[in-house]
């Protein structure tokens, strides 16, 4: 009589699984040599977000020195216009790669070195 096969072991199973996880992050470009690259998604809602935060953080000073100083909408109109501009370099800066503040741009440089070498 023929012994009954044995299941494979769940170390084989969770080392084929591993294998076909790390096969599919290379065919979808997912792997981890594109891990420090922003997608496009992300990177827009960072644009947005720095606009954005710009803006309100203007709009914020200048409508606590008005309220303090009496001088309304002066000082709003005034920081809103600086506000807007620092919104603006700051998307500048993150294009440009030239951002540290969340490691962008020294992942950028980080993967040129790598490349180059």
Same mark, same amino acid.
């Given at each position: ?38 997608? /496009?998604?992300?990177? *827009? ?5 720095? +606009?954005?935060? #710009?803006?309100?953080?203007? %709009? &914020?000073? !200048? ?19 600086? /506000?807007?501009?620092? *919104? ?5 800066? +993150?294009?440009? #790669?030239?951002?540290?503040? %969340? &490691?962008? !741009? ?12």
């Amino acid at each position: 009589m023929a012994e009954p096969e044995t299941p494979p072991s769940l170390d084989d199973l969770d080392a084929r699984l591993r294998a076909a996880r790390a096969r599919e992050e290379e065919d979808s470009g997912r792997g981890p040599e594109s891990r420090g690259r922003p997608t /496009g998604m992300g990177l *827009g809602f960072r644009i947005g977000a720095e +606009l954005v935060a #710009g803006v309100m953080v203007g %709009v &914020g000073i !200048g409508w606590a020195l008005d309220a303090w100083l009496k001088t309304a909408p002066w000082l709003m109109v005034v920081f809103l216009l600086l /506000g807007g501009a620092a *919104g603006v370099m700051n998307v500048y800066r +993150l294009m440009r #790669g030239m951002d540290d503040t %969340v &490691g962008l !741009g020294q992942a950028s440089r980080r993967a040129e070195q790598a490349r180059d070498h």
